[in-house]
């Protein structure tokens, strides 16, 4: 294929990806922005090939891998629950990152297959590009697998810290940078392996002390770490569609964290550097043994919700968890049917990832006007005679308005304690994520009702 009519095809593709992600700012058109990201994808992947033409006796491998990697790709799609999507994210990251180290690596060690020069005389741009692709795409497998398993419960998602932490992430951050310039120097194989390996240990050491309840803006964060990683190794490549895709992942990635952190009154810059200035989560903890909850059950809640004007549902990671959100669409339904008014509150962060509580409701069909995002509905809570808290925990807790020593404090949170009733779904009254007691729990106008979210909510329908 010529260069011209490639660069044509990586163009329709790069447009079809802007259009994916423009689909997927919506639960409304996130299918149809799905389709669009697929069909890039395919016309870029079929374009590459056409392109390199001549793969040798190699192109049976490339074929092999790369219908093993859509067969695992597709299996674990399929079977994984939405509550792992998080983490499976994270892992998707770390695998981005890899590759770009794995190009990089090749592109060092075989620069004359890419036609970048020759072993210690490789171009000073190339060389350039495919240190800093490497650096990125280290650090971002590295921190995205502290991430999953952080995410996973297999490693504590509190935050680990320890003196000199951002002295020693300062230091390895700028020697990163130094060996990059030596490295455009003396282009020495040592001191390119040394970038590699400073780059996966600063991965760990900056998502390490970043605590549960900022989990969701290190996802972002990490995502726009393998778009930036993927357009340096596009550039090694002089691969077009690469370099359009990555800058369009990295860079919506970084918008994404921005919004996110401003949502949550957190510093952009205190995140992407590892948790600066971070709260110890030990100093705001409670001793709940001390205090009084009131208890309710289903009859409770259906007397309530049946004689109330207005109803505001918060859902959160819990009504994940139970996959309850059918459940609560037919308790809606039955509310609706007794003349009450019934709206959604969602929290930015709700459900440990942005857009996780929509898509779950999109899934069981709430009308898409139904579904508010805080700062729509927040003022509400006021008005509201019962707030149905499913599942939720740290976006609910009034101790992020009133608490200095809290690691949520600061953090926008939806006002439900603001409402005439509080019908609260929780298991137990185990912290959040954050690792914090919620305050909510022991409030005069609070009835804590301990079952599975969906158990629950099946219950109450049938009292309706």
Not at 171 to 197: A, D, E, H, R
Not at 261 to 274: A, D, E, Q, T, Y
Request: net charge neutral.
């Amino acid at each position: 294929m010529s260069a011209n009519l490639s660069a044509l095809f990586y163009l329709i593709s790069g447009i079809l990806f802007i259009l994916a992600l423009r689909g997927l700012s919506s639960p409304e058109t996130s299918r149809q922005g799905n389709y669009f990201g697929i069909a890039g994808m395919a016309i870029s992947i079929v374009v590459t090939f056409l392109t390199v033409g001549n793969f040798g006796s190699g192109f049976i491998y490339v074929l092999l891998f790369l219908v093993i990697g859509g067969a695992v790709g597709a299996f674990i799609a399929f079977r994984i629950p939405m509550t792992a999507m998080p983490e499976l994210v994270a892992g998707f990251h770390s695998l981005v990152g890899l590759a770009a180290v794995f190009v990089a690596i090749s592109a060092f060690l075989k620069p004359d297959a890419f036609n970048l020069g020759y072993v210690g005389n490789i171009k000073l741009a190339s060389l350039i590009e495919m240190s800093l692709g490497a650096s990125i795409g280290a650090i971002t497998f590295s921190g995205s697998i502290i991430a999953f398993l952080k995410l996973r419960g297999i490693m504590s998602g509190s935050p680990i810290t320890f003196k000199g932490q951002h002295i020693i992430n300062l230091v390895l951050g700028l020697s990163v940078i130094f060996l990059i310039f030596y490295l455009c120097q003396t282009q020495s194989t040592n001191l390119f392996w040394s970038i590699v390996l400073l780059s996966f240990i600063l991965g760990i050491l900056i998502i390490i002390p970043i605590g549960g309840a900022d989990m969701p803006v290190v996802i972002s964060m990490l995502n726009s770490y393998s778009g930036w990683a993927a357009a340096g190794i596009g550039f090694t490549l002089e691969n077009t569609a690469l370099i359009i895709t990555g800058a369009l992942v990295g860079s919506s990635g970084a918008i994404l964290s921005y919004i996110m952190c401003k949502g949550m009154n957190r510093s952009f810059f205190n995140v992407i550097l590892g948790g600066w200035g971070a709260t110890d989560t030990g100093s705001a903890s409670q001793s709940k043994e001390q205090k009084a909850v009131k208890n309710g059950n289903a009859d409770d809640a259906a007397f309530l919700m049946k004689n109330a004007s207005s109803v505001i549902i918060v859902p959160g990671y819990g009504m994940a968890v139970a996959q309850a959100q059918h459940a609560l669409r037919e308790m809606v339904d039955a509310l609706k049917k007794n003349g009450v008014k019934v709206s959604y509150a969602i929290h930015p962060v709700a459900g440990r990832m942005p857009g996780h509580m929509n898509v779950l409701l999109a899934e069981a069909n709430v009308p898409y006007d139904e579904v508010f995002e805080l700062e729509e509905i927040n003022n509400d809570f006021a008005n509201c005679d019962v707030a149905y808290v499913i599942g939720a925990n740290d976006v609910t807790n009034p101790v992020a308005k009133s608490d200095p020593q809290s690691p949520i404090y600061g953090m926008p949170v939806l006002d439900v304690e603001k409402s005439k009733s509080v019908l609260f779904v929780k298991r137990s009254l185990s912290p959040g994520y954050a690792g914090i007691d919620n305050d909510l729990f022991y409030r005069d106008n609070t009835l804590m009702l301990f079952s599975d979210a969906k158990k629950m909510t099946e219950e109450i329908v049938k009292n309706l």
